[in-house]
Every structure is written in C-alpha cells, then in structure tokens.
C-alpha cells in the first residue's frame, strides 16, 4: 500500500511539474509572438513612410518638362563629363528616359565644396586605415582632390568593399561622378550601388530595368570624371557604392547629384 502511494505522488507531482512547464512555455511563446508582431508593425512604418517620401516626391514633379535638345537643358550631360559605356540602346532626342522630367535640376552633394563632412564618409574597412593608408581614408573621395591622400584607396582589394555616404536626411539622389586616383594609375572600371533610408532596414540594390543589380560603368583613366544618372533616382539616406572591377586598386573620387525640383 506504501508503494502504491508514493506511486501516486509522484505521478501527481510529475503531472504538476509538467503543467507548470506546459504553463511557462505557452507564456514565452507568447512573448514572442508578440515581439514578432511589434517588430512586423515597425517595419511596416517604416515602409510605409518611405513610400510616403517616394510618393510626395513624385507628386510634386508630375508637371515638370524639360528640354533635351537645348544646350541650356538642366539635365544634359556636361561636354567636360566622360559618359560610361551605353548598358543599353541609347534613348533617341527628345525621348522620356533622355530627357528625364522626374529629375529636371541636378546639385553636386557637396564633396568637391566641402559641405560633405567626413563623419558622413564611411568605408568597409575604416578601422584599419593606419600607417601609410591613414592618408588615403574615405574623407578624401571627394572630386578634384589633389596631392598626397587624394583619394579613398581601400586596403584590400575585392568585392567585398564599399563606400558609404550618410545624407543626414532622406534626399533624392540622381546621379554619381566618379574620378580615379589623381597621382597613380589606378581607379574602378564598374560599380553597383545600394541604398536604404534608415539604418534598421535592409540594404537595397539598385535595379535595372529586368530587374537585376544595375552595373554602372566607371573609368577608365585617373582624372576625366565619369557621370552616371540615376533613372529614376534614389529617395534614400544612406548609398553605398560597391567596386565590381578596378584597374590596379580600387581607388576613388566622388560627389552625388542631388535632384532639385524648380518646376513654377
């Protein structure tokens, strides 16, 4: 009879103990359900204010025109400019992708001026840049820079690199000019380029239009500077420019078109 007791006490005791266990697992489930529901609505915000941004934007240049043919035309590309090799069958005069009327204006960011700080120039490696490549950091990727250190030379070689630019606010991006390094046969011959808005979301590549990561094509000596439009242009904070191929070493000087709406 003894036996047969502490039988049951302990077949109720294990029953409580699972019952408990049971209890604390459906409440860590819980727990994290509604973490993951939290993080899904914030996301979703997120979303949602950055279609909002891309939204305003292009409410306010439905009406804007501009003219191609004109040698005044705000977005013809600059005879000083070297143009990247054609990605496709270029657009004939007066066509909507040549004349481009979502971006009719263009300003440089700021990296020739000097209005682009250097805490907004980043790199992959920025940690490691000591000793003789201390003089070679991302701060001085700015266009036209000469002398020693007039350029970003990253440490290492491979597609594994990229350099950063923070706009401090959301901003439409429209192009990219591209030098190589001013005292030494060395720059990037192509290019691709990711974005995203705030920092908590993932990076984005810039598509073309059958949906693949866009290749933009870089130089092909150390001082013409290459122009790349951005059809349709990045509304972002955050571009990263990723080196595909180079000549010698990646090695740039840079600045960022920013689109400025001047339509009446």
């Not at 973490?35 to 914030?42: I, L, P, S």
């Not at 490549?133 to 030379?153: D, E, H, T, V």
């Not at 290019?191 to 073309?208: F, M």
């Amino acid at each position: 009879m003894e036996v047969t007791a502490l039988r049951c006490r302990a077949a109720v005791l294990f029953l409580l103990l699972l019952t408990q266990a049971l209890t604390i697992h459906s409440q860590e489930e819980e727990e994290e359900e509604v973490v993951v529901v939290e993080e899904a609505v914030q996301d979703e915000e997120l979303q949602e204010e950055e279609q909002q941004v891309i939204e305003t934007w292009t409410r306010n240049v439905k009406a804007c025109t501009c003219d191609c043919e004109s040698a005044e035309s705000p977005t013809r590309i600059p005879t000083a400019f070297s143009p990247a090799p054609p990605t496709q069958t270029p657009a004939p005069p007066g066509d909507s992708l040549s004349c481009m009327p979502e971006c009719p204006y263009h300003r440089a960011l700021g990296f020739e001026s000097g209005s682009v700080s250097a805490d907004q120039i980043s790199c992959s490696n920025q940690e490691q840049y000591t000793g003789w490549y201390s003089s070679w950091i991302p701060n001085k990727a700015r266009l036209n820079n000469q002398g020693f250190g007039c350029a970003w030379l990253s440490k290492f070689n491979d597609q594994h690199q990229w350099i950063q630019i923070d706009l401090k606010e959301v901003g439409v991006v429209s192009g990219i000019l591209t030098q190589g390094r001013c005292d030494a046969d060395e720059w990037i011959t192509k290019y691709s380029v990711q974005y995203r808005t705030v920092e908590s979301l993932n990076w984005v590549y810039y598509k073309d239009q059958t949906g693949n990561n866009r290749v933009f094509y870089g130089n092909s000596d150390r001082s013409s500077t290459v122009q790349n439009l951005l059809r349709p242009p990045i509304v972002a904070r955050y571009i990263r420019l990723l080196p595909l191929g180079w000549h010698t070493r990646i090695a740039i000087r840079m600045d960022l078109l920013m689109c400025t709406n001047k339509c009446s």
